[in-house]
């Protein structure tokens, strides 16, 4: 099956600094990759995606890449503000018998320093 | 627009007792559901999916069940909780055939003593 691999587990940043989190996928099917956002003691919450025909997209102060031939794609959050302290997952997509079956990285803490 | 409702929100639970979580979705028809359980500080584990009424798989063997009586209505069971059944419990739902996007409900947090 799938695994995704998420690094690092911890990062902080200064507040205006950049932070990167890089996730790596097994399964070159899939096809669809999601970043999600969770807030302590909260649902997980979409906050930007990317299909395997894309190899960047870009929301404001928030952007994410994908090279489909190493398998890996990342998430960049420029000019972080103390509100994007949080935990994000990445998750890798294929489809299975009618449906996205979706897998998750192991979460990055992200802690921007005021 | 489309609204995911979880309850109990919160739940306590001896060991050995039954557990009946709910998750109703509004706004969409005939949505893939989903169940994910998420264990202290880890990660999304996906347990249960379903794709329509009565139709649901498992991705985790465990002494959980899940059912889908009505289209939007998705609910999680167990007969005989375990300690191990503690977690954070996450509906979620995608829009179907080529809608990837996956949104989650509020949750329950279930601890069981």
């Known amino acids: 099956g799938e695994n995704v691999e998420q690094h690092p587990s911890t990062l902080s940043v200064q507040e205006g600094d950049s932070a990167v989190i890089k996730c790596t996928y097994s399964d070159s099917a899939s096809n669809y990759f999601p970043w999600y956002k969770q807030e302590l003691g909260k649902r997980p919450q979409l906050i930007i995606d990317i299909r395997s025909n894309v190899g960047e997209k870009k929301d404001q102060r928030i952007a994410v890449t994908l090279n489909k031939t190493a398998k890996h794609f990342s998430l960049h959050i420029t000019e972080t503000q103390p509100e994007d302290s949080a935990v994000y997952f990445c998750a890798a997509s294929v489809n299975s018998g009618g449906y996205q079956k979706v897998t998750f990285g192991t979460g990055t803490k992200l802690q921007v320093i005021p | 627009s489309q609204t995911i409702h979880q309850w109990p929100a919160t739940l306590v639970q001896p060991v050995g007792s039954p557990l009946s979580l709910e998750c109703t979705v509004e706004?969409?028809?005939?949505?893939?559901l989903y169940w994910y359980r998420q264990a202290a500080g880890r990660g999304l584990q996906l347990l249960f999916y379903?794709?329509?009424?009565?139709?649901i798989s498992s991705e985790v063997p465990q002494n959980l069940s899940a059912s889908r009586p009505q289209d939007r209505q998705f609910i999680l069971s167990s007969k005989k909780l375990l300690l191990s059944d503690s977690g954070f419990y996450l509906c979620?739902?995608?829009?179907?055939?080529?809608?990837?996007?996956?949104?989650f409900g509020p949750g329950t947090r279930l601890t069981v003593t």
């Open positions: 979620a739902w995608s829009g179907g055939t080529g809608r990837y996007e996956q949104y």
């Open positions: 706004g969409t028809s005939n949505p893939n």
């Open positions: 379903s794709v329509g009424i009565g139709q």
